[in-house]
């Protein structure tokens, strides 16, 4: 990071993950290139000269599979994707019907939450929020994690000046600072934020609070209308701050805390207390810590965007204090959507269809702190959702990981200054990029581990390519390589385009 006082802070240096069995081969990859070796070398210990006709474009194959790159996946990988998705189809997993298709409970006879793919295992506990209020607590048994989930409003940084904004940025990362200590309970930070339609309940509310009982009645028709037209046309931006909680990193805390979902929802309260200051200091406001059926609702309405407009609806009636019917947010075992189809290279879910992408390249040059507004530029054809996802790391483990990448990368550097190879300019700066994350690990700065997903909604069809190449484009100009979750649209969908803080994968130790 640079800065002065007339320009603003830049920032850059972001390095990728070397998960690759040997140098960025994945484990078949390094599997095939083995084959093409002993393919290679057989007929030369055998001495059969002729075979070599046969054993040469044969091993020239595997080292085109293991190697060749086709939209930044290798033939392996296209494979398996294939073959998990060709299973899924016809084992009908890809296909989701709840609503009127739900089991019941044969003791009950309720029908249970009911969500499809990853989050079928997720659950959304009532917990005390500390404050004589209900806070809602996403709790993953697999993961063994406890996520509460924030609406927060941020005043922005494109229209302030440049130290308001290197002030908001530093405090930002002042707070994910915080979070890189050793055996720190909150294992991930997501913030995520969706531009969607205005549902109008904002101008409705403002109308009626000024509008006078004498107005004459061409005037309130006329204005009527006017509400029709515009407020649908109008786009607004939601975002929320969701952070998880390890029950086993938080063990001792939980058992003083009671023990069970009890005492970590107890713990969770308290890390999330203890945060506020150092929000504030970032230039978040909290508006709320969501309840079950606030959490609820950000699901359904995800799920099925023509929901929106009756939520806003019930919630505005809902704070009528006389107000006696269905309270605010959805039912938490109503959250999922009715029916869902996982394609190829779409997620279809109620009446909206969704295709989702991973950041999988960041900005190689330096760049200001508003570099991805571009992606959150509003789309009257189609829903957008960010979701950036932070791991923080402690400080062992951090410099573990960072002198396992510096360690990886000379070697590589040796192994090509050995055979003769010259180093091009983009190894170069990544060995310079890891010799500075490692200097600045060891003066106090903290790590962590991210990544960036981003969905794009439609609810009619034929808007999805239009809302796909202006999404990609848009990605572009902000300096970002973008990939299509091809065969894991459900699990893409999860994770960006919903605030649960996940989506970030376990690292692979070879």
């Given at each position: ?308 407009l009756e939520f806003a609806d019930r919630n505005a009636a809902a704070r009528d204090a006389d107000w006696q019917g269905t309270p605010a947010g959805v039912d938490p075992d109503l959250a999922g959507p009715a029916a869902a189809e996982t394609g190829w290279g779409v997620y279809r879910h109620d009446g909206a269809y969704t295709v989702s992408y991973q950041v999988r390249n960041w900005p190689q040059s330096q760049v200001f702190a508003t ?140």
């Amino acid at each position: 990071m640079s800065s002065t006082a007339e320009q603003p802070s830049t920032y850059g240096g972001w390095q990728a993950e070397r998960m690759g069995v040997i140098g960025n081969l994945s484990g078949p990859g390094s599997a095939l290139v083995a084959a093409a070796a002993i393919v290679a070398l057989a007929p030369i210990y055998q001495r059969s000269w002729s075979t070599l006709l046969i054993s040469l474009p044969l091993s020239a194959l595997l080292l085109v599979l293991a190697y060749g790159r086709v939209l930044g996946l290798t033939a392996d990988e296209w494979l398996l994707l294939a073959v998990r998705h060709q299973i899924s189809v016809a084992t009908k997993k890809n296909l989701f019907l709840s609503g009127a298709f739900a089991p019941r409970n044969p003791a009950t006879g309720e029908q249970p939450m009911d969500l499809p793919g990853p989050l079928a295992r997720l659950r959304i506990l009532d917990a005390a929020d500390g404050q004589g209020g209900r806070l809602g607590v996403v709790y993953d048994p697999t993961a063994n994690t406890y996520t509460a989930v924030a609406r927060v409003l941020s005043p922005g940084l494109a229209l302030v000046d440049n130290e308001r904004q290197n002030a908001r940025v530093g405090g930002w990362a002042t707070f994910l600072r915080a979070q890189c200590k050793e055996d720190s309970p909150i294992v991930r930070i997501a913030v995520h934020q969706r531009s969607l339609p205005d549902d109008g309940a904002a101008l409705r509310a403002f109308t009626a609070r000024h509008t006078v009982p004498e107005a004459p009645l061409v005037a309130k028709e006329s204005l009527a209308e006017l509400m029709q037209s515009a407020g649908p046309a109008a786009t607004i931006r939601e975002t929320y701050l969701a952070l998880a909680l390890s029950a086993s990193r938080a063990r001792l805390a939980i058992k003083g805390a009671g023990g069970g979902q009890i005492g970590a929802a107890a713990v969770l309260v308290r890390e999330l207390n203890a945060m506020h200051g150092s929000l504030s200091s970032a230039g978040l406001q909290v508006q709320e810590w969501l309840a079950p059926r606030r959490v609820a609702q950000v699901i359904r309405a995800a799920y099925d965007p023509h929901s929106q407009l009756e939520f806003a609806d019930r919630n505005a009636a809902a704070r009528d204090a006389d107000w006696q019917g269905t309270p605010a947010g959805v039912d938490p075992d109503l959250a999922g959507p009715a029916a869902a189809e996982t394609g190829w290279g779409v997620y279809r879910h109620d009446g909206a269809y969704t295709v989702s992408y991973q950041v999988r390249n960041w900005p190689q040059s330096q760049v200001f702190a508003t570099f991805m507004q571009p992606l959150l530029r509003p789309r009257q054809n189609a829903r957008r959702s960010l979701s950036l996802v932070y791991e923080p790391l402690g400080p062992s483990v951090a410099r573990r990981d960072l002198a396992k990448e510096k360690t990886k990368r000379d070697a590589a550097r040796r192994v090509r200054a050995k055979t003769g190879r010259a180093e091009s300019e983009d190894e170069r700066r990544e060995a310079v990029t890891a010799r500075e994350q490692d200097r600045a690990r060891a003066s106090g700065h903290g790590v962590a581990r991210f990544t960036g997903l981003i969905a794009v909604t439609v609810t009619d069809y034929e808007q999805m390519a239009t809302a796909c190449a202006e999404l990609e484009a848009d990605a572009s100009a902000a300096g970002l390589e973008v990939r299509r979750m091809w065969g894991g649209m459900n699990a893409g969908f999860a994770a960006a385009a919903l605030p649960l803080a996940i989506g970030l994968p376990e690292r692979r130790i070879f």
